[in-house]
């Protein structure tokens, strides 16, 4: 595949990401061995630098569609250990936690910002494995330029 790709455990943490996703998101340079899409959204500058603007709508959805993941699995320490160290690390996720925002996982448009600094737009989609809803794949296609 050549469009930036990458799979996701229950916990949104990056179970597995393509070349494409690695130049484009940086997914692979993650020193601490664990990889987490909201770790990464939220606590990695390299997310603030490639969503831009965008970036406080962007985190900010992102929290509210993973809340629903988060009441399902409301005993697991795991989500409780992950949640308690973003809102220790990152004040607008200690925020926008606390406003219990709800949104559905959809598909659409990101505009986002290369290391050349030019802007690009995405359209992307996920899907779920009907096997195991936990997983699932993300994928982005260039549309155009920004």
Not at 5 to 16: E, P, S, V
Request: glycine share 6%.
């Amino acid at each position: 595949m050549n469009q930036p790709a990458y799979i996701t455990g229950r916990r949104w943490d990056l179970l597995t990401w393509n070349s494409a996703a690695h130049d484009l998101f940086g997914f692979a340079a993650e020193e601490d061995g664990e990889h987490n899409l909201l770790a990464y959204m939220f606590l990695d500058p390299r997310a603030r630098r490639l969503f831009g603007d965008d970036w406080p709508a962007v985190a900010q959805r992102m929290l509210a569609q993973f809340r629903p993941t988060f009441d399902l699995w409301a005993g697991d320490h795991a989500f409780l250990d992950l949640i308690g160290h973003l809102r220790n690390h990152s004040p607008e996720c200690a925020a926008w936690w606390e406003n219990h925002d709800i949104r559905p996982v959809t598909s659409g448009q990101k505009y986002l910002h290369h290391l050349t600094g030019e802007r690009y737009r995405y359209e992307h989609a996920t899907f779920q494995a009907s096997d195991n809803p936990a997983l699932k794949l993300a994928v982005f296609t260039l549309v155009n330029l920004g």
